[in-house]
């Protein structure tokens, strides 16, 4: 019988580069067929061959209610019905800038764009256009989307200028970013005494998760945000993974001890749809064009039909929703530990809130950085990924991904998970 998500992945690769829309999807690193999928439903996702799995992956984080939540769907059905997108505003992004700023006191503005790369590459242009400064930091490992000056990668030495991280990106655009090692405030203090006058902005996302996921040090975002002040520069706290995830004010709403000037947000704030978002102090936010000089704009910006889906996924994710995510992501992350621990498979479990991911090998402590994941017996991934979606559980599909739970990850789909993972931690031993 012909396997129809090759079917499809062959078919896809004749029309669209690699036979998929964002390169993740396509398996390059644990290799086999992509699945395609059709359908999804609370915490399970069908592919094209009506195969049903348990799905860890949510989207890569937004579905945290589950997937096609009723209030959600009901929301998106009538905001349809009443026109998909008007061009104009609509009390409805006032009363999401409104929500989120109920969330996130420490936003008194904000502007909705599309996507989470639009959401950075605007706060960074914000940043620049405040400080009048042209350089920005970022650090190694951190993902916030692809725009021309973050696909940067460092260059040799702390406080060096970057190199182009993919190619289509000029020396002069990457030469722009200060690519520094995670958690290393001294590497910080070095290019900030290097190049401090230049620096307009230090973007961190609040937790990093995209490099499996790796907490920032206790005090680290704090002591980032003083240090930045200290030479006038701005940080930018990159929430578009973590913002309305870890909790009903993110990453920054689990600790509050510390002002960034700008944050972004993506994923959780769209429930789903195309929708993101930045904002922060309404004396920076009002140098967005039409009120200040820095210019952004968008066709669907704001638009309704994602708004709403947005709107209603905050009014659903109340308390009970973020200790149910807590919960879940403590038993699943335990019973992984264990299983791999009962093979053998040396491991440590990373967590920043409810997201968490694995790292391969024997660590003595915790990885903080880029460099110390990458040492990890990454290939081990590959054969437990595989294990567990020939089980019916759907993971991201590299071990550089966070897991993603839902609200809707009950007894029955928790208990599948479980009973998949004693042959996939012997298929990582192997
Ligand atoms: N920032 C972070 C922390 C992200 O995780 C992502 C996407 O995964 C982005 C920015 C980019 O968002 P988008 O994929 O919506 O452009």
């Known amino acids: 019988m012909a396997d129809v ?37 609370g915490p399970y996702i069908t592919d094209a061959d009506g195969r049903e799995y348990v799905d860890l992956v949510a989207s890569w984080g937004p579905a945290i209610l589950g997937h096609a939540h009723p209030s959600v769907v009901a929301a998106v059905q009538e905001a349809a019905a009443r026109g998909l997108s008007f061009g104009a505003s609509t009390p409805a992004e006032t009363a999401l800038a409104e929500a989120v700023r109920a969330r996130v006191p420490i936003v008194d503005k904000l502007r909705l764009v599309s996507t989470g790369t639009e959401a950075t590459m605007t706060a960074i242009r914000l940043a620049r256009g405040f400080t009048g400064r042209p350089l920005l930091i970022k650090f190694a ?46 590497a910080v203090r070095a290019a900030f005494e290097h190049h401090g006058p230049d620096i307009a902005a230090v973007i961190t996302e609040a937790a990093a998760a995209n490099m499996g996921v790796v907490p920032p040090d206790p005090g680290f975002n704090a002591a980032l945000v003083d240090l930045a002040h200290e030479y006038g520069a701005l940080v930018i706290l990159d929430e578009v993974l973590t913002g309305f995830r870890v909790g009903p004010a993110g990453f920054w709403g689990l600790d509050r001890s510390y002002t960034p000037d700008l944050l972004t947000f993506g994923k959780v704030i769209g429930g789903g749809m195309p929708l993101a978002a930045l904002g922060g102090r309404a004396e920076i936010m009002d140098y967005l064009a039409p009120s200040g000089p820095v210019y952004q704009a968008g066709t669907l910006s704001g638009n309704p039909v994602a708004v709403a889906a947005g709107l209603a996924t905050l009014a659903a994710a109340d308390d009970a929703v973020y200790a149910r995510l807590d919960e879940t992501a403590a038993i699943i992350s335990k019973a992984v530990s264990d299983a791999l621990t009962n093979a053998g498979v040396a491991h440590r479990v990373q967590r920043a809130g409810n997201l968490f991911s694995f790292v391969f090998g024997s660590f003595e402590t915790a990885p903080r950085t880029y460099a110390d994941v990458l040492r990890q017996e990454a290939w081990r991934y590959r054969p437990f990924f ?22 809707a990850h009950d007894e029955a789909a928790v208990a599948r998970i479980l009973e998949a993972l004693p042959a996939a931690a012997r298929a990582a031993a192997a």
């Open 141 to 186: 490992g951190h993902y916030h989307g692809h725009s021309d000056g973050l696909l940067a990668e460092a260059g040799s030495g702390l406080a060096t200028l970057a190199m182009p991280g993919s190619a289509g990106v000029t020396e002069a655009t990457a030469a722009q970013t200060l690519v520094l090692p995670y958690n290393d405030l001294p």
């Open 386 to 407: 595989h294990a567990m979606l020939d089980a019916g559980v759907s993971l991201p599909p590299s071990v550089f991904e966070a897991w993603f739970v839902t609200a």
């Open 5 to 41: 998500n090759l079917v499809e992945f062959e078919r896809a690769r004749r029309v669209i580069p690699g036979g998929v829309n964002s390169p993740v999807r396509a398996f390059g690193s644990v290799g086999g067929t992509p699945r395609f999928m059709v359908s999804a439903r």
